[in-house]
């Protein structure tokens, strides 16, 4: 069955400091999409970064760099020079492209990441 | 602004009543979806509606029950209420062919039980 699996309940990091956030996923759908979102203490959910299974590079956006690593389903998340509005639940979703009409997000559990001035 | 608007933010309510979220989408989307976020389940899928008709459902309790509207807005009405079902009310918007930036949420309601 399709799962996302983040270890890291919670993580410490530096400011300006480098930070990888974990990911791995279960499934049997060749076609999928990999998501990272941000959730600050206001609760809304910001999009950071998305990953096509078939996407020959690594995803980035600007800060934010995403590690895939297909053969060993993981999807790591790389936050490069922590801001202190970093601080935040960050969640890794996937979504199959197989599953019919459904396009729902299965998620994980979030890690929390504080940002240490 | 995410361009996705839930209202209301917030909304405490007592045992056993009935409360209806509401959900207006990005322009130009035609899927919506509801998504759950309790503390001990996390982020649950409910159900997904696209221009209008229901696509899919997730863990939707029968106590729940949503519609899309000609509009495109959607209303998540959640009846008999119990204290488990306190919880984030996510509302998120797409579309319809999901790609890079293909789900864009809505800032939540806040549903409190007691």
């Known amino acids: 069955a399709q799962k996302i699996t983040q270890t890291q309940p919670g993580m410490f990091v530096q400011e300006k400091e480098a930070v990888t956030l974990d990911c791995t996923y279960d499934t049997s759908d060749p076609s999928y999409g990999l998501f990272w979102y941000k959730q600050p203490s206001s609760g809304e959910m910001i999009f950071l970064i998305y990953?096509?299974?078939?996407d020959q590079q690594n995803a980035t956006e600007g800060r934010y760099s995403l590690n895939f690593q297909k053969a060993r389903k993981s999807a790591n998340l790389v936050i490069s020079a922590s801001q202190l509005g970093d601080s935040a639940m960050y969640f890794c979703?996937?979504?199959?492209?197989?599953?019919?009409?459904?396009?729902?997000?299965?998620w994980g559990l979030g890690t929390s990441l504080a940002v240490n001035p | 602004d995410s361009g996705v608007t839930q209202t209301p933010k917030h909304l405490i309510t007592a045992t056993g009543q009935r409360v209806t979220l509401r959900c207006s989408p990005r322009s130009g989307d035609l899927s919506v979806y509801w998504y759950q976020q309790s503390l001990d389940q996390g982020l649950q899928f409910l159900i997904q509606?696209?221009?209008?008709?229901?696509?899919a459902k997730g863990n939707i309790l029968e106590r729940f029950s949503a519609q899309q509207f000609p509009d495109l807005h959607s209303e998540l009405n959640l009846s008999s209420l119990e204290l488990g079902d306190s919880a984030l009310y996510f509302c998120?918007?797409?579309?319809?062919?999901?790609?890079?930036?293909?789900?864009?949420f809505g800032s939540g309601t806040r549903l409190t039980v007691v």
């Open positions: 509606y696209y221009n209008g008709e229901e696509r």
């Open positions: 998120a918007s797409s579309p319809g062919g999901e790609g890079r930036n293909g789900y864009t």
């Open positions: 979703a996937m979504r199959e492209d197989n599953a019919g009409n459904n396009r729902k997000l299965i």
């Open positions: 990953q096509g299974s078939y």
